[in-house]
């Protein structure tokens, strides 16, 4: 069975400093990761996506993640958190057919 | 393109009423998800479909049904709601699974009395 962790249900941070949200995933075979971003009422966006090759995968908005097979996470970063990076964010990973979702991290950017 | 839209927007149901939710893709996507999202649980996947006319279980698929007639048209019923199933729905769909992106419709917010 696949599971999706995501450390810290709500993230405070000053703007301007870095963000990270954490995703630990279990899985028997390779994995296909994913961070996706929702705002109020709305849907998912996908952020960016790890299939294969380079391990530090860039995103839209300043975001990235990086694969580390050994230690089984995918963690999102920004080097510096800007009022509108406000949401909540998703990871996910894929698996034969289907998406499996952590449970969200909300984060919150203090002026 | 209007990517991935969904109706109703909002419905309030009572207990034991059936509704049909509709989802509707102009992407020509093969692969269509529905999830619903609860508080604390992130997205759940309820059923999905690899291609017109399969649908397949997903995580949490008791008490729905889906079909697949059309390639553009995934639908989403319940035929005795339950306050249980109260919670916000989101249609999603592929060009394939694996690597693809999923593109997320703007959900349903389902109230059941």
């Known amino acids: 069975a696949q599971s999706v962790t995501q450390l810290g249900s709500h993230v405070s941070v000053s703007e301007g400093a870095l963000v990270l949200l954490r995703c630990n995933y279990s899985s028997s075979v390779p994995p296909y990761l994913f961070w996706y971003v929702q705002y109020p009422n709305q849907g998912l966006q996908l952020l960016l996506k790890?299939?294969?090759?380079?391990?530090l995968v860039k995103g839209i908005n300043g975001f990235e993640a990086e694969f580390k097979k050994s230690e089984t996470s995918f963690h999102l970063t920004k080097p510096s958190a800007h009022m509108s990076d406000a949401a909540e964010y998703f990871c996910?990973?894929?698996?034969?057919?289907?998406?499996?979702f952590g449970s969200g991290t909300k984060l919150n950017v203090k002026p | 393109n209007a990517g991935v839209t969904q109706t109703p927007k909002f419905r309030v149901l009572k207990t034991g009423q059936s509704m049909t939710l509709l989802c509707a893709q102009d992407m020509n996507h093969e692969y269509m998800y529905w999830y619903r999202q609860d508080p604390g649980m992130g997205l759940r996947l309820i059923h999905y479909s690899v291609g017109e006319g399969t649908t397949a279980k997903g995580e949490v698929p008791d008490g729905y049904n889906v079909s697949r007639l059309k390639k553009q048209n995934f639908l989403l019923g319940l035929e005795s709601a339950a306050p249980s199933q109260t919670s916000v729905y989101f249609c999603a769909s592929s060009y394939s699974g694996k690597s693809e992106t999923q593109y997320f419709g703007p959900g349903t917010r389902l109230l059941v009395l």
């Open positions: 996910a990973v894929y698996n034969f057919n289907k998406f499996y």
């Open positions: 790890y299939t294969t090759g380079a391990t």
